[in-house]
């Protein structure tokens, strides 16, 4: 499968940050491609460029549902790549039932579609699967620290449910599956209210507003740039072997978040006034991938440097006065001195 050769590719959650980059990589590799998306959080601009291209099609369709009728016949993928979840903290928790429920009944609904077409699957899994890890680097035989009652548990459940049952299917020889646990992912196409620390911060030092670094900012996370991970989801999407079990994808460069903003506020040019805002509850302290299984197995590594990545991002945001609008925080995100009730401020 190392070219599309026409063949088709559902891509759940097209319209996103990461799958819209991803329906450009599997059409520049031959693909043919169908984008399934609910719209909440995914956007048509992402995909406005591909508005003529003859292999490429849409579908608005909410996965929480089983497909329609005429859509489960019509559509015989040899590829489904299943990324469509709510993936930012304030956005998958604005709607935490819905989060689970796309985790879970979303994905059993597309492993059902790969079951009756015999196509490959591949889960766009996380590393919020190993929580406020006490191992680190996460290795994928780590199994985790989650809070299952937190409020970041719908999404890190949801996606832990949604690894065990594409691992069932697997295991019971009903599709040839894969999954890849997703560590932090910046670049072009998130969105501005996404309320994560890249977006942000990108969007406040360009836009003359107060830069947030959330606690005391030494938590640490490690950043991929968007187009090494995409070319990773494919890698794993072609590797021959599923009986690969969860493969890390992400930049194991890691820094903590005060670093982090400071570099996106250099590299902007900002004066910008950087303010404490508080901590989210469960926020992990330490994050970073062990990729040796993904170079061992699929021969991948990121390519990206942070300044290059960054810079990208910043000219993105920077191009279109439209991308540095954020609607007034409308979301609640609990913090973890609080009670759960207040607001952290996005932007
Ligand atoms: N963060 C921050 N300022 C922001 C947004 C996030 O300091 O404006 C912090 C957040 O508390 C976390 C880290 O940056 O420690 C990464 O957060 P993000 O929401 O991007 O992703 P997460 O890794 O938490 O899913």
């Not at 559509?75 to 903290?89: G, K, M, T, V």
């Not at 991938?289 to 440097?305: F, H, N, S, T, Y």
């Not at 207040?342 to 932007?347: G, L, V």
Request: proline content about 8%; aromatic content about 6%.
């Amino acid at each position: 499968m190392t070219k599309g050769n026409g063949r088709l590719a559902i891509v759940a959650g097209g319209a996103g940050f990461l799958g819209s980059h991803l329906c450009d990589l599997l059409l520049a590799d031959g693909w043919r491609v169908v984008c399934i998306d609910s719209f909440r959080t995914g956007r048509r601009d992402n995909l406005r460029h591909l508005e003529r291209e003859p292999r490429f099609d849409m579908l608005e369709w909410d996965i929480i549902v089983p497909p329609a009728a005429k859509d489960a016949r019509r559509l015989r993928p040899a590829a489904i790549f299943n990324l469509a979840c709510a993936a930012s903290p304030p956005h998958y928790q604005s709607d935490p039932e819905h989060t689970m429920l796309t985790s879970v009944m979303g994905t059993r609904n597309l492993l059902r579609m790969a079951e009756n077409a015999g196509a490959r699957f591949l889960l766009a899994s996380t590393s919020e699967v190993y929580g406020d890890p006490d191992v680190h680097p996460q290795v994928e035989t780590y199994c985790g620290n989650v809070n299952p009652t937190g409020p970041r548990a719908c999404y890190d459940e949801g996606k832990r449910s949604a690894e065990t049952l594409t691992f069932d299917f697997l295991r019971t020889g009903r599709a040839d599956s894969r999954v890849a646990r997703i560590f932090n992912t910046y670049g072009p196409r998130m969105r501005p209210d996404d309320g994560r620390v890249v977006s942000n911060v990108v969007t406040q030092a360009l836009a003359g507003r107060p830069v947030t670094v959330y606690g005391d900012g030494t938590q640490t996370r490690s950043f991929c740039f968007v187009s090494d991970l995409v070319e990773g989801l494919a890698t794993l999407m072609n590797h021959p072997d599923p009986t690969l079990g969860p493969v890390n994808l992400g930049n194991p460069a890691e820094m903590t978040v005060r670093e982090l903003v400071d570099r996106v506020v250099a590299l902007t040019g900002a004066e910008a006034r950087i303010v404490a805002a508080p901590l989210p509850v469960d926020d992990p302290r330490r994050r970073r991938p062990d990729i040796g299984k993904a170079r061992r197995m699929l021969g991948w590594e990121p390519r990206v440097g942070l300044d290059a990545g960054l810079r990208a991002t910043i000219d993105w945001f920077a191009a279109e006065p439209d991308r540095l609008v954020v609607p007034e925080p409308h979301r609640r995100r609990p913090h973890a001195n609080g009670n759960g009730t207040d607001a952290t401020k996005h932007a």
